[in-house]
Nanobody, 123 residues
């Protein structure tokens, strides 16, 4: 199993910056990719940014040029640097890890989720 813990959310004014961090623990060698999602009440969770080993990062169109995802394999963590934040970026942000079953001793598969961290951008 993999456990994910996010940190770094908070309240910021429009135009400001925040950095979210997510630390993974447990069977981290089973992680094939990590990503950040966000969700607002009444809407589906949406992908913000993702990073698979060996592939370039992917971003939602709404955050391209403003957000940057960085995965540190040595520390089993992923971060999301958010710049030029806008009120529409307000959401609960979740860290996720996709788990492979292609490696020895990796039996679970699926996706692990963090508990979420609130980001609020005031106008």
């Amino acid at each position: 199993q993999v456990q994910l813990v996010e940190s770094g959310g908070g309240l910021v004014q429009a135009g400001g910056s925040l950095k979210l961090s997510c630390v993974a623990s447990g069977d981290t060698y089973c992680i094939s990719s990590m990503a950040w999602y966000r969700q607002v009440p009444g809407k589906e969770r949406e992908l913000v940014a993702g990073k698979t080993s060996g592939d370039p990062a992917t971003y939602a169109d709404s955050v391209k040029g403003r957000f940057s995802i960085f995965r540190d394999h040595n520390k089993d963590m992923v971060s999301l640097q958010m710049r030029r934040l806008q009120p529409e970026d307000t959401a609960v942000y979740f860290c996720s890890a996709s788990l492979t079953t292609a490696k020895e001793l990796c039996y679970v598969g699926g996706t692990a989720w963090g508990q979420g961290t609130q980001v609020t951008v005031s106008s």
